[in-house]
């Protein structure tokens, strides 16, 4: 029997993109779509083509599932860690990077001898750390980093559908001359760059930065590369996928433009005209671009990177999902 693989959230952004990766997986588990805490069961859904029922988040959804992986909220992840204890898990959510039995995972980034305990709850790197531990991995490859320096700018989708939905109804709003909701990032975000959220927002950048921080960390730390860098989160009004600015010192030889591009070209990372976070969507890994020397200092190199935020974490989950079953 093929093996099974409980699909919690579904229906969410997250849960959707791992099901475009898994209706092309290549060995072979049975999906089984499984609602978030706060959403019915029995809701038709597509899955490859056919039609599929959403089933109700209890143990019943959950037996005998070989692998769960949590693309829910919170909420959710914590319930489903309950009613299935024991059960091989990957946590998307972020709800149990602090559990003790977690471990943070990124094998793109990972040394290929890198395991962890059957029994472990797999958390998947937020993509931000992932797409900045993925540049620093190859540069590292040939060249020394004295230090670096990132902009961050985040897209809607971090907050889910609630995220781009308040951003597109924002801009109806303000084009109508109409009161804008502010439920999720409690304050204009249409046509706004923010570098602090409202009080009342949902999260808030400080606690996303440092979650990016504490991933990136890790990562390096597991792929024994350095150093880390200093990075500012943004928000930016934009539906999906993250840019980087990315300000890179070398401590050696300055490499040319030529040799960057050439040195960063892999099956991982697409080097070309300068990438942006529209026409990276649904492509894989990272894509860099517009890369030039600093006019003021000679050591120090520009690079302006884009990544689809969803995808990447998404085939991080199914790299962890290759291994577990």
């Known amino acids: 029997m093929p093996d ?21 997986n290549s060995f072979g588990a049975e999906v089984r779509l499984i609602a978030t805490a706060e959403e019915p069961g029995g809701a038709l ?40 204890h024991g059960t091989p898990a990957i946590d998307l959510s972020y709800a149990a990077e602090d ?14 001898d890198f395991r962890v305990a059957p029994d472990a709850i797999q958390s998947i790197a937020h993509p931000a750390a992932i797409a900045m531990a993925l ?13 670096w320096v990132v902009h961050i700018f985040e897209p809607a989708s971090e907050r889910g559908a609630a995220g781009i ?3 597109q109804e924002q801009t109806v709003s303000l084009l109508s001359f109409k009161p804008m909701p502010k439920k ?29 921080e504490k991933h990136l960390a890790t990562l390096l730390q597991n792929a024994a590369i350095g150093p880390m860098p200093s990075i500012r989160l943004i ?43 529209v026409a990276i969507a649904g492509q894989d890994g990272i894509s860099v671009g517009a890369i030039s020397r ?25 790299l962890v999902a290759q291994e577990v079953l």
């Open 235 to 277: 928000q930016a009004p934009v539906f999906h996928g993250y840019s980087f600015s990315a300000w890179i010192e070398f401590a050696g030889e300055t490499p040319s433009r030529a040799a960057l591009e050439a040195l960063l070209a892999t099956d991982q990372i697409s080097v070309g005209e300068p990438p942006n976070n």
């Open 45 to 84: 859904s597509l899955h490859k083509g056919e039609p599929a029922i959403v089933l109700q988040l209890d143990q019943i959804a959950l037996a005998d599932a070989d692998l769960m992986i949590l693309a829910g909220d919170q909420a959710s992840t914590r319930s489903a860690l309950e009613l299935a």
């Open 99 to 112: 559990d003790p039995r977690s471990r943070l995972r990124a094998p793109m980034v990972e040394p290929h």
């Open 184 to 212: 999720v990032f409690d304050s204009q975000l249409s046509y706004s760059l923010l570098a602090q959220l409202g009080e009342e927002a949902e999260v808030q950048l400080e606690h996303l930065e440092a979650r990016i």
């Open 165 to 167: 939905q308040e951003l």
């Open 4 to 24: 099974t693989i409980a699909l919690v959230g579904s229906e969410t952004l997250m849960g959707r993109e791992l099901r475009d990766l898994l209706s092309s």
């Open 135 to 147: 540049l620093l991995n190859r540069l590292e490859a040939e060249f020394k980093i004295q230090r």
């Open 294 to 318: 600093d006019r003021n200092h000679a050591k120090a190199m520009w690079l302006w990177v884009a990544a689809d935020n969803l995808r990447l974490a998404a085939q991080n989950a199914m």
